[in-house]
């Protein structure tokens, strides 16, 4: 029996890293630069895969937009981490970043002991869970790697039927358009962000997008109306220890409600809240949530 193949394919594996804060900590409001750097100073002792994951741009000749291969997704903001509690984020490897997934879990096991924040404050590693099935990949200092198998955005593919939706922006969504921030996001824009954002993934990590399709959901994305709209601008700011400055990472956050046919944009959008949109999503901005009805 002939079956239609998914309009995408790219495999991805999501890890569920839990630290376990050993002092009172103050930490940022967003996590999201912080633990790239946790992830970052473990991995220098396989320079394969810190090549791959870390210098990705380099290798692809030091451009600006070079897409990366991981996201980082911190947990929600907390001003206060106090001994004894939990600090739990993910980092979702994509395409033929999976490869190197046992040389990221046995870096972070390794280092062990984190200092976090700018003052350091320390967290020790807990466990690593896969960050779907929750089954332990390593735990109370026992590897185990049979349950690191790569999920696929094909899976949520689906064509189901639905005439109205919810966006929520869950971090901030930084979409630029001539330089400037985008404030005023609407469907479209939704949709040729993820559609973009898939076909730069899979050209460079693996995995395939149905071009034809996707050129077809962006045209018909202006049909989707929005009903609603409660966005507004967080102001945001980090500061960088390479460029030694303050950037400005300022975004959209709130929701938006949509109606129209629907059932041709659902799988984008479910491959969004995946992927995330916008720029800076390896350090998890750009995470959205849907609901429909």
């Known amino acids: 029996?002939?079956?239609?193949?998914?309009?995408?394919?790219?495999?991805?594996?999501?890890?569920?890293?839990?630290?376990?804060?050993?002092?009172?900590a103050r930490l940022p409001a967003f996590l999201g630069s912080t633990l790239h750097g946790v992830v970052g100073w473990t991995l220098p002792k396989h320079p394969e895969s810190y090549e791959y994951l870390f210098q990705n741009r380099r290798r692809g000749g030091a451009k600006q937009d070079i897409?990366?291969?991981?996201?980082?997704?911190?947990?929600?903001?907390?001003?206060?981490?106090?001994k004894g509690e939990l600090l739990s984020f993910k980092l979702l490897l994509l395409g033929d970043a999976t490869q190197y997934t046992k040389d990221v879990i046995t870096s972070l096991v390794d280092y062990h002991i984190y200092g976090v924040g700018s003052e350091?404050?320390?967290?020790?590693?807990?466990?690593?869970l896969h960050g779907?099935?929750?089954?332990?990949?390593?735990?109370?200092?026992?590897?185990?790697?049979?349950?690191?198998?790569?999920?696929?955005?094909s899976h949520h593919a689906t064509y189901d039927h639905?005439?109205?939706?919810?966006?929520?922006?869950?971090?901030?969504?930084?979409?630029?358009?001539?330089?400037?921030l985008v404030q005023d996001i609407d469907f479209a824009t939704i949709t040729r962000n993820i559609t973009r954002r898939i076909t730069t993934l899979t050209e460079r990590y693996g995995g395939y997008i149905h071009s034809d399709v996707a050129n077809h959901a962006v045209e018909r994305a202006g049909d989707v109306r929005i009903t609603s709209?409660?966005?507004?601008?967080?102001?945001?700011h980090r500061y960088s220890n390479r460029k030694k400055e303050s950037l400005d990472w300022s975004g959209m956050l709130?929701?938006?409600?949509?109606?129209?046919?629907?059932?041709?944009?659902?799988?984008?959008?479910?491959?969004?809240?995946?992927?995330?949109?916008?720029?800076?999503?390896?350090?998890?901005?750009?995470?959205?949530?849907v609901i429909y009805r």
């Open 1 to 24: 029996m002939n079956r239609t193949p998914p309009v995408f394919s790219l495999e991805y594996l999501p890890l569920l890293i839990r630290l376990q804060c050993k002092e009172d």
């Open 162 to 180: 639905a005439s109205w939706c919810s966006i929520h922006m869950v971090t901030p969504v930084r979409i630029r358009r001539g330089g400037a």
């Open 132 to 153: 779907e099935t929750y089954e332990p990949l390593w735990q109370k200092g026992v590897l185990n790697m049979k349950p690191a198998i790569a999920e696929n955005i």
């Open 120 to 128: 350091r404050k320390v967290f020790e590693l807990l466990d690593i």
């Open 67 to 82: 897409v990366n291969p991981y996201i980082i997704e911190p947990p929600r903001p907390k001003p206060m981490y106090l």
């Open 229 to 236: 709209s409660a966005l507004y601008l967080n102001q945001m």
């Open 254 to 289: 709130g929701a938006l409600t949509c109606e129209g046919e629907l059932s041709p944009f659902i799988p984008w959008l479910n491959a969004a809240r995946i992927l995330h949109i916008g720029r800076n999503s390896t350090f998890g901005c750009g995470q959205i949530d």
